[in-house]
C-alpha cells in the first residue's frame, strides 16, 4: 500500500523557537495533504488542508501564522510550528489520500519546554 | 451531536472472545467509513473501509454498516492481546472531509 513518511517522529525545543515537520508521499503523488493534532486520550483534530501549489485552508480555530504550511510538490508538505509554546506540545500527524484511502505518517511528538 | 461518535470505554473482553466496537455519525451524506487503530503513542494504522450497506468479512474483523440507522461497527472475532488498542471510526464525506471519533480503547484480557 501506499506509504506517507514523516520526520521527525520526536522533537523537543525551547518555547519560542519554531520547529519544521515533514511529510512525504513515497509511492503516489499527493496534491492534497492534511494535517493532524492529537492532544491525549483525544481524538485526531484536522488542523489544515495543504493545497501543492498553493495556499492551505485552516480550521477554525488553527492559527495560520503560527503554523505554517507549505506544500511545494506533489510529494512533500512540512508544516513549521513558529515561536513554540508548551501549550502547542502535541502529537502531530500527516495524511495523504487517493481516492479511495487515507494513509497517515508515523507522527511527531512535539514537546516544548 | 458530535459528528461521529464513539463510546470512549474501555471495553474489556477476554481472549478469545468478540469484540464488538459502536460507532454513529450525524451526516447523512457520509460515503466512506474507516476504521482505524491505534497504539498508544503511535500514528494510527488502517484496520478496514466499508461503503456499502452490509458485512464486510477480512480475517478475523468484519465491518458492518448500516446507512440508514447511521452507524458503522467493528467486529474482532478470537480476540487476541494484541490487539488491545484505541480504535478510531473515520467517516468520509463527499468534500474530502474525513471525521474522526473519539475511539474507542479495548482491552483483551489475557
Known amino acids: 500500500g501506499a506509504v506517507v513518511s514523516q520526520h521527525p517522529s520526536w522533537v523537543i525545543c525551547k518555547s519560542g523557537t519554531s520547529v519544521k515537520i515533514e511529510c512525504r508521499s513515497l509511492d503516489f503523488q499527493a496534491t492534497t495533504m492534511f494535517w493532524y493534532r492529537q492532544f491525549p486520550k483525544q481524538s485526531l483534530m484536522l488542523m489544515a488542508t495543504s493545497n501543492e501549489g498553493s495556499k492551505a485552508t485552516y480550521e477554525q480555530g488553527v492559527e495560520k501564522d503560527k503554523f505554517l504550511i507549505n506544500h511545494a510538490s506533489l510529494t512533500l508538505s512540512t508544516l513549521t510550528v513558529t515561536s513554540a509554546h508548551p501549550e502547542d506540545s502535541s502529537f502531530y500527524i500527516c495524511?495523504?489520500?487517493?481516492?479511495?484511502?487515507?494513509?497517515f505518517g508515523q507522527g511527531t511528538r512535539l514537546t516544548v519546554v | 451531536q458530535k459528528e461521529v461518535e464513539q463510546n470512549s470505554g474501555p471495553l474489556s473482553v477476554p481472549e478469545g472472545a468478540i469484540a464488538s466496537l459502536n460507532c454513529t455519525y450525524s451526516?447523512?451524506?457520509?460515503?466512506?467509513f474507516f476504521w482505524y487503530r491505534q497504539y498508544s503513542g503511535k500514528s494510527p494504522e488502517l484496520i478496514m473501509f466499508i461503503y456499502s450497506n452490509g458485512d464486510k468479512e477480512d480475517g478475523r474483523f468484519t465491518a458492518q454498516l448500516n446507512k440508514a440507522s447511521q452507524y458503522v461497527s467493528l467486529l474482532i472475532r478470537d480476540s487476541q492481546p494484541s490487539d488491545s488498542a484505541t480504535y478510531l471510526c473515520?467517516?468520509?464525506?463527499?468534500?474530502?472531509?474525513?471525521?474522526f471519533g473519539t475511539g474507542t480503547k479495548l482491552q483483551v484480557i489475557p
Open positions: 495524511s495523504a489520500r487517493t481516492y479511495t484511502e487515507a494513509f
Open positions: 451526516d447523512r451524506g457520509s460515503q466512506s
Open positions: 473515520a467517516v468520509w464525506t463527499g468534500y474530502q472531509k474525513v471525521t
